[in-house]
C-alpha cells in the first residue's frame, strides 16, 4: 500500500477514488497530495471535510464502485464530481448475502508477502509453567462459575491483594460475568470453555475457582472442561459448603501465592510470545496509522516463530478474501470460510442486517462502509501466512497468524483473545477507551489529538506517522515496548488503573 502525505490529505494507493483529510477541510480549500508517479496533484473540495474522511478525486457516476486501499468500500448512490464529501449520504456497502469461495494455493492467488522486516528483538524475560505453558505475569487469577458470587470474589480479590502484597506475585485479580447458571445447551458450553480457557492461562501462576453450590456450571463438571490440571496450580472452593468462604479463599489463595513463588523470568525466544490483534472506536486514520502499524508488528513476531491473532470476524466481511488467498493449506481455507459464513448465518438467525457495522462512532471518525470498515481492520494481521482457525475458547496451538471466532465488541473479542492465549492485546483506537482486558491491553491511537487529550488512556501513538515518522522507526519503537511489556519491565495504562474485564459470548436461552 502507498502512503503518501502532503499538509492536508493522503493517497493510500494509486487506483483509489479518494483521499483522506489529515484535517478538517473548508469548501473552497485546495486539496494537493503526490500521485503515483510522483506529480502533484489537487482538486477544489466543494464541501466541509472533517479530518479523517473522504474526498473524490475523480467523478464517479451512480452505480459505480468507490475504491480505497486499492479496493471497492462500496457502491455510488448518486453521481460524485471530484472534491465533494464522501460518506453515508452519498455512498452503500457494496457487499451481498453469504457467499461460496473458491480455494486458491497461495501462489496461484498471488497472496502478497510479508513486507520487509526492521530489526526485532530476539527474546524477552518471561515465566515457563511446570505444564510447558509461557506466561508473562506471576498473578493469581479467581475465576469464578457462576456470576451470583461477583462480589464475593472482588472482595476475596481485594483482601487477598492487600495481605499479600509484597510476595512474588504481581496481584490477585478477580473477573466478573453474569454467567453460569440458568444457561442451556451450546450456550452453557460458550461459557465454560471460557472460564477454563483463562484458567489455564499462563499469565496466571495459580487460579483460585470458586463456584456457588447450585448452578448449572457445578465445579465437578467445570473440572471436565478444563481437562488435566495441576492441584498446586489450580484449587477450588463451593461457597455453600463452608461456614466462612472469605477466611477459606484466603488460605487458598496462601497456598497459591507460595507455589507462583516458585516461578522466576527467565530468557525466552520471541517465538514464545502470542500477541492478539484488536481495534475500537475505529477512525478515518485507523487503516492509516494504527492498523498498518500493528499489522508490521504482527509480521514481525509471526517472523520469529511467534503467534499473531486476529479476531472481529463482522469486521472481516468484504475483507474476507484477502484472509483466504493468504491460508496455509486447502483446509485452513475452508475454516476461513465457515468462520465467516456461521458468523453471516448468526446475523441472518436474530434478522439482522449482515452488513450494517459501522458504530455511530465508526462514522464520526469518517469510515462509511462495512468494507471499509474491515479492509482497515484486516490490515492489523499483516502479511503473514494463515496458519489456523480457531473456535470460540479455544487455545492457540499453531505459530502464525490465527484467526479467532469472536464478534467485534471489545471487551468480548478481548476476551477470546486472552482465552485464545495472547499474552499481550495491541488495541488500536481513533475514539478511545479506558478497558482493559485480562491480560495487559496496549491501546494504540491512530491520531496525536487522541493521544495528547488521554494520556491516561493511551500507550503508543501511531498518529506519528502521518506526521513525518517513518513507519520502520515507529515499528522498532512499538516491538520494544512490547518486550518491555512481556519482561515485566513496563505496565499498560489499563493495569495501571486497575482496570481488568472480561464479556462472555451469549446466544442462547436463559432460564
Same mark, same amino acid.
Given at each position: 500500500?502507498?502512503n503518501?502525505?502532503?499538509?492536508?490529505? %493522503?493517497?493510500?494507493?494509486?487506483?483509489?477514488?479518494?483521499?483522506?483529510?489529515?484535517?478538517?477541510?473548508?469548501?473552497?480549500e485546495?486539496?494537493?497530495?503526490?500521485?503515483?508517479?510522483?506529480?502533484?496533484?489537487?482538486?477544489?473540495?466543494?464541501?466541509?471535510?472533517?479530518?479523517?474522511?473522504?474526498?473524490?478525486?475523480?467523478?464517479?457516476?451512480?452505480?459505480?464502485?468507490? &475504491?480505497?486501499?486499492? $479496493?471497492?468500500?462500496?457502491?455510488a448512490?448518486?453521481?460524485i464530481?471530484?472534491?465533494?464529501?464522501?460518506?453515508?449520504?452519498?455512498?452503500?456497502?457494496?457487499?451481498?448475502?453469504?457467499?461460496?469461495?473458491? $480455494?486458491?494455493?497461495?501462489q496461484?492467488?498471488?497472496?502478497?508477502?510479508?513486507?520487509?522486516?526492521?530489526?526485532?528483538?530476539?527474546?524477552?524475560?518471561?515465566?515457563?509453567?511446570e505444564?510447558?505453558?509461557?506466561?508473562?505475569?506471576?498473578?493469581?487469577?479467581?475465576?469464578?462459575?457462576?456470576?451470583?458470587? !461477583?462480589? %464475593?470474589?472482588?472482595t476475596?480479590?481485594?483482601?487477598?491483594g492487600?495481605?499479600?502484597?509484597?510476595?512474588?506475585? *504481581?496481584? /490477585?485479580y &478477580?473477573?466478573?460475568?453474569? $454467567?453460569?447458571?440458568?444457561?442451556?445447551?451450546?450456550?452453557?458450553?460458550?461459557?465454560? =470453555?471460557?472460564?477454563?480457557?483463562?484458567?489455564?492461562?499462563g499469565?496466571?501462576?495459580?487460579?483460585?475457582?470458586?463456584?456457588?453450590?447450585?448452578?448449572?456450571?457445578?465445579?465437578?463438571?467445570?473440572?471436565k472442561?478444563?481437562?488435566?490440571?495441576?492441584?498446586?496450580?489450580?484449587?477450588?472452593?463451593?461457597?455453600?459448603?463452608?461456614?466462612?468462604? +472469605?477466611?477459606?479463599g484466603?488460605?487458598?489463595i496462601?497456598?497459591? /501465592?507460595?507455589?507462583?513463588?516458585?516461578?522466576?523470568?527467565?530468557?525466552?525466544?520471541?517465538? =514464545?510470545?502470542?500477541?492478539?490483534?484488536?481495534?475500537g472506536?475505529? *477512525?478515518g486514520?485507523s487503516?492509516?496509522?494504527? !492498523?498498518?502499524?500493528?499489522g508490521?508488528?504482527?509480521?514481525?513476531?509471526?517472523?520469529?516463530?511467534?503467534?499473531? +491473532?486476529?479476531?472481529?470476524?463482522?469486521?472481516?466481511f468484504?475483507?474476507?478474501?484477502i484472509?483466504?488467498?493468504?491460508?496455509?493449506?486447502?483446509?485452513?481455507?475452508?475454516?476461513?470460510?465457515? @468462520?465467516?459464513?456461521?458468523?453471516?448465518?448468526?446475523?441472518?438467525? &436474530?434478522?439482522?442486517?449482515? $452488513?450494517? !457495522?459501522?458504530?455511530?462512532?465508526?462514522?464520526?471518525?469518517?469510515?462509511?462502509?462495512?468494507?471499509?470498515?474491515?479492509?482497515?481492520?484486516?490490515?492489523k494481521?499483516?502479511?503473514?501466512?494463515?496458519?489456523?482457525?480457531?473456535?470460540?475458547?479455544?487455545p492457540?496451538?499453531?505459530?502464525?497468524?490465527?484467526l /479467532?471466532?469472536?464478534?467485534?465488541?471489545?471487551?468480548?473479542?478481548v476476551?477470546?483473545?486472552?482465552?485464545?492465549?495472547?499474552h499481550?492485546? +495491541?488495541?488500536?483506537?481513533?475514539?478511545?477507551?479506558?478497558?482493559?482486558?485480562?491480560?495487559?491491553?496496549?491501546?494504540?491511537?491512530?491520531n %496525536?489529538?487522541?493521544?495528547?487529550?488521554?494520556?491516561?488512556?493511551?500507550?503508543?501513538?501511531?498518529?506519528?506517522?502521518?506526521?513525518?515518522?517513518?513507519?520502520?522507526e515507529?515499528?522498532?519503537? @512499538?516491538?520494544?515496548?512490547? /518486550?518491555?511489556?512481556?519482561?515485566?519491565?513496563?505496565e499498560? &495504562?489499563?493495569?495501571?488503573?486497575?482496570f481488568?474485564?472480561?464479556?462472555?459470548?451469549?446466544?442462547g436461552?436463559?432460564?
Open positions: 500500500m502507498r503518501t502525505t502532503i499538509t492536508n490529505a %493522503t493517497l493510500l494507493h494509486p487506483q483509489d477514488d479518494v483521499v483522506i483529510a489529515l484535517r478538517d477541510i473548508e469548501p473552497g485546495i486539496v494537493r497530495w503526490p500521485a503515483a508517479d510522483g506529480s502533484e496533484q489537487s482538486v477544489a473540495v466543494a464541501d466541509a471535510i472533517p479530518r479523517g474522511h473522504k474526498i473524490i478525486i475523480q467523478p464517479v457516476a451512480a452505480g459505480v464502485h468507490v &475504491h480505497k486501499f486499492g $479496493y471497492s468500500i462500496g457502491v448512490k448518486e453521481d464530481t471530484p472534491g465533494r464529501w464522501v460518506h453515508t449520504h452519498n455512498l452503500r456497502t457494496g457487499l451481498g448475502e453469504v457467499l461460496e469461495y473458491e $480455494y486458491k494455493p497461495m496461484e492467488s498471488g497472496a502478497s508477502t510479508p513486507a520487509a522486516q526492521t530489526s526485532c528483538p530476539k527474546t524477552f524475560k518471561g515465566y515457563v509453567r505444564d510447558g505453558e509461557v506466561g508473562i505475569r506471576n498473578e493469581i487469577w479467581i475465576i469464578n462459575t457462576v456470576g451470583c458470587i !461477583n462480589k %464475593t470474589c472482588e476475596l480479590a481485594r483482601l487477598a492487600r495481605q499479600f502484597e509484597g510476595r512474588e506475585i *504481581d496481584g /490477585v &478477580h473477573f466478573p460475568h453474569p $454467567y453460569g447458571c440458568s444457561q442451556l445447551g451450546d450456550d452453557l458450553t460458550a461459557t465454560q =470453555k471460557l472460564l477454563s480457557a483463562l484458567v489455564r492461562h499469565n496466571a501462576a495459580g487460579v483460585l475457582v470458586i463456584g456457588l453450590g447450585c448452578e448449572n456450571n457445578q465445579i465437578d463438571v467445570f473440572k472442561e478444563i481437562g488435566d490440571y495441576n492441584p498446586d496450580r489450580v484449587k477450588f472452593l463451593k461457597s455453600q459448603e463452608v461456614e466462612d468462604e +472469605l477466611e477459606e484466603l488460605k487458598l496462601e497456598e497459591l /501465592v507460595e507455589y507462583a513463588g516458585r516461578f522466576k523470568r527467565q530468557e525466552l525466544p520471541l517465538s =514464545k510470545l502470542r500477541i492478539g490483534l484488536k481495534c472506536g475505529s *477512525d486514520f487503516g492509516i496509522t494504527a !492498523n498498518p502499524l500493528v508490521r508488528v504482527a509480521d514481525a513476531i509471526t517472523a520469529a516463530g511467534g503467534t499473531a +491473532l486476529l479476531t472481529e470476524v463482522p469486521e472481516m468484504g475483507a474476507e478474501t484472509l483466504m488467498d493468504r491460508a496455509a493449506d486447502e483446509q485452513v481455507f475452508h475454516g476461513i470460510v465457515n @468462520l465467516v459464513n456461521d458468523f453471516k448465518g448468526y446475523f441472518i438467525r &436474530h434478522g439482522q442486517e449482515i $452488513y450494517e !457495522n459501522p458504530s455511530p462512532g465508526n462514522k464520526d471518525g469518517g469510515i462509511t462502509t462495512l468494507e471499509e470498515k474491515s479492509l482497515g481492520c484486516t490490515q494481521g499483516g502479511h503473514a501466512t494463515v496458519t489456523d482457525v480457531l473456535p470460540y475458547g479455544e492457540s496451538r499453531k505459530p502464525g497468524l490465527n /479467532v471466532q469472536a464478534p467485534g465488541n471489545d471487551l468480548v473479542s476476551t477470546a483473545l486472552s482465552a485464545a492465549g495472547a499481550i492485546v +495491541l488495541f488500536t483506537t481513533g475514539r478511545g477507551t479506558p478497558f482493559g482486558g485480562p491480560v495487559p491491553t496496549v491501546k494504540i491511537s491512530t %496525536t489529538q487522541l493521544a495528547e487529550r488521554k494520556k491516561n488512556w493511551i500507550d503508543f501513538n501511531a498518529g506519528q506517522l502521518i506526521e513525518g515518522k517513518r513507519m520502520e515507529l515499528q522498532e519503537e @512499538l516491538l520494544e515496548q512490547i /518486550v518491555e511489556l512481556a519482561s515485566g519491565d513496563r499498560t &495504562h489499563n493495569e495501571r488503573n486497575g481488568r474485564e472480561i464479556a462472555i459470548f451469549k446466544d436461552v436463559i432460564l
